[in-house]
């Protein structure tokens, strides 16, 4: 059984770090793209940065672009979103995707697997 299992959220102050960590269950964890999305109250969820299978390419949503950084530990079958200089805008529920294309389509449906979430609070 698939399972994509988030952690590292958390409040953290404007201009502060945070990193999120996806720890995957799911065979030929080094053949799928990874990537986090993010949700906030009542609003959909939207594409934040995805890696390919090797980690040698990454694509970012130009919110976070020169503050997020994504990368993978093929190893520990693990993905991670490293969060810098962090802004109140940036709360919301943190998901981690698997997906199968690259470069990955930033709708939610081209996703195949998800975890449940962890959320990221910014404020003073």
């Known amino acids: 059984q698939a399972q994509l299992v988030e952690s590292g959220g958390g409040l953290v102050q404007p201009g502060g770090s945070l990193k999120l960590s996806c720890e995957v269950s799911l065979p030929q964890f080094d053949k799928r793209i990874m990537g986090w999305f993010r949700q906030a109250p009542g609003k959909e969820r939207v594409f934040v940065a995805a890696?390919?299978?090797?980690?040698?390419?990454?694509i970012y949503a130009d919110s976070v672009r020169d503050r997020f950084n994504i990368y993978r530990d093929n190893a520990k079958s693990t993905v991670y979103l490293q969060m810098n200089d962090l802004k109140p805008e940036d709360s919301a529920d943190y998901y981690c995707g698997a997906g199968g294309t690259w470069p990955p389509l930033q709708i939610i449906a081209a996703w195949d697997y998800w975890g449940q979430g962890t959320q990221v609070t910014v404020s003073s």
């Open positions: 890696v390919d299978w090797e980690g040698a390419n990454t």
